[in-house]
């Protein structure tokens, strides 16, 4: 703390009535402490802070440790120790409890004062920095779940973009090149032997329907509409129907635009045949799985055969699924319940078991068949076990109670599993509140909704480091 330079002379001979209305001025609470860390007298600076901390009860002939809270009474034992003379002490954060059940945080300095030990603590009430940062956390909370937001939306944009059987492409407003096309786009105009990718959208047609299309282009970035128009491709054989739309994004404007094949001509060539695409997964790297909406096993690849340490298909033909992926009547369970709900899983981590006792990690994902009495399930099965890199590790490394608790399955009951897992969710939402509030108890206990009292016998239980090692 940086005092005056000459305060005799500055501020004169100063009476102890002077000083102590100097003090409460100056302070939001002040504290006269003696030697033995009792409060000999207090101020507030306002009645209803007064009401709010001592709720009715004076803290005058009261120790000061008794009126924090346990978490912050070893701050207020450093205060004590440590106040020097008068160039004060580094601040501490301390809590006092209320009768409402909300602690009220206040940063302290203290000094000594006078020839004796007694001891002047000053502190500053933090309620207002409080409530702006649990908004601060409110707001950073909610700019995440909204960003989760826009990627799903992206998400399936991309998906619906990308399935899509109509030709479609983004083209520029004011270059008239194209930005970015879909596989069936691609497809359409591969024998153009033409890149779209930042090509002239208009190069694709022939001359005269090249001037048919920028007319169109033209209108619509005048009147944001337009009618559909024919065109010839390059080719001078086959015809299309070109129907387009107006957006913005990010300060600039593009063209949604739409290629249909005229009826009664030949439909968008397909690069494999059906025959060839049955071939390619049966002879694929990662295993292939078709089973009924029982789970038992329709077909499969010759990779899944070999996951399974199996000679032939016969052997997993009408067998359950979960004879060999994942926990027996754990993993099939929710990925069927997952399928038959949302029609599709992606990425989900288990593990595949040989029929003689060989254990992979994989990572599968699954698409719903059919439907009705027809329905079935596919399921892509990949080898994880000697991926190396470093970002693939990180998402695979689990908590080490998870790996535990993995190697509990079979061994104990159902109900001790329960037990262990709400253990293990309890601890680590207890972590990333402390996490999350800077390690502050109070705040954390709020956040998980849980008494101040709860919260420390929660952590004296999971060992979550020493209840008087707080941070400042």
Known sequence: MKAFRAPKSSLGSLDAEAAGALIAAATDVALIIDSDG?????????????????????WVGRPWIETVTIETQAKVRALLKDA?????????????????????PIQYSAMRVGRGKTVLACGRDLRTISTLQRRLLDAQQSMERDYSKLRHIETRYRLLFQM??????????LTQRVVEA?????????????????????????????LAVQAQLAGMRVTARGEDVRATLNDGVREVSVSASLFRQENATFFLVRLTPVSGQAPVPVPQGQTNFLELVAHAPD???????????????????DM?????????????LDRWLGRPGV???????????????????TTLRGEYGASLDVELSAVTVGAGAARGFGFAIRNVDRRLTGERKAVLNLPRSVEQLTELIGRVSLKDLVRESTDMIER??????????????????????????????????????DLYDVKE
């Not at 691609?186 to 022939?206: A, C, I, M, P």
């Not at 993993?331 to 981590?349: E, H, K, W």
């Open 164 to 173: 899509s059987p109509e030709a479609v492409m983004i083209v520029d407003a």
């Open 308 to 320: 399974a340490e199996l000679a032939a298909e016969e052997q997993a033909r009408g067998e359950k």
């Open 182 to 210: 879909n596989p069936a786009a691609s497809r359409l105009l591969d024998e153009l032997g033409t890149r779209l990718q930042d090509r002239s959208f208009t190069e694709v047609f022939n001359a005269e329907s090249q």
């Open 38 to 58: 009792i409060i000999r007298d207090r101020s507030f600076q306002t009645e209803e802070l007064a009401q709010e901390l001592e709720g009715g009860q004076s």
């Open 84 to 104: 020097p003379g008068s160039d004060g002490s580094r601040t501490r954060h301390v809590n006092h409890p209320t009768e409402k059940g909300v602690d009220v």
């Open 428 to 465: 680590l939402c207890i972590e990333a509140a402390l996490e999350v509030t800077g390690d502050n108890r109070a705040s954390a206990a709020e956040m998980l909704g849980l008494s101040r009292q709860s919260l420390y016998v929660k952590l004296r239980r999971y060992g979550l480091g």
């Open 331 to 349: 993993d099939i369970d929710v990925l069927m319940a997952n399928l038959r709900q949302r029609g599709s899983v992606r990425l989900f981590a």
């Open 287 to 305: 295993g292939f799985v078709i089973v009924g909406d029982d789970g038992c096993v329709l077909a499969t690849n010759a990779a899944f055969l």
